[in-house]
């Protein structure tokens, strides 16, 4: 069994974000389809450790980094969520390891070290593994009337953020 995190959007919920798209709002459009995806994150702690001058304790700051291991993206979190199980249904194909991602991780931790904490020393950067999770997404393809095409939208059942492709 793998682990989730707990989607808090449903099938109708996602629809009604949908609708409030900007791109939706001003067309007529029809659903084609709708699945239901899981996309892997590769999950780290990252403990960042600025030394300071005049004998002060160094900074530590720490986060949780979540990479995408389809398209590396990042997004940084001071907690787990809740998880569930569930079984490997419509899991979307890795195209990154573990290695890349904790280096994606790595170089995002070492990038907001340098831009917001100043330092005349380079900050030490640990990074522990903290395991694999999915996050549910739900795949609505749509066809834009007025247009003539096909977009496909991705509505995280987390978080309820939509990004869309043009096919």
């Known amino acids: 069994m793998d682990s989730i995190v707990k989607p808090y959007i449903d099938e109708n919920l996602a629809l009604q974000i949908l609708g409030k798209n900007k791109i939706i709002k001003k067309e007529e459009y029809s659903i084609l389809s709708k699945t239901k995806v899981y996309i892997p994150y590769y999950v780290f702690n990252i403990t ?3 030394k300071r001058g005049f004998n002060l304790k160094p900074r530590i700051i720490e986060y949780i980094y979540w990479v995408n ?22 899991i979307q194909q890795e195209k990154l390891d573990k290695e890349e991602c904790k280096q994606l991780a790595q170089k995002s931790a070492f990038k907001l070290a340098t831009r917001f904490y100043k330092s005349f020393w380079t900050p030490e950067i640990k990074v522990e593994f903290r395991g694999k999770y999915y996050i549910s997404f739900w795949n609505i393809v749509v066809h834009l009337t007025n247009k003539n095409n096909h977009q496909i939208f991705l509505i995280n059942s987390f978080s309820g953020e939509v990004s869309n492709e043009v096919s």
């Open 48 to 50: 960042i450790s600025i």
């Open 69 to 90: 291991a389809i398209n590396g993206k990042l997004v940084r979190s001071a907690d787990i969520p809740e998880l569930d199980e569930f079984e490997n249904k419509s």
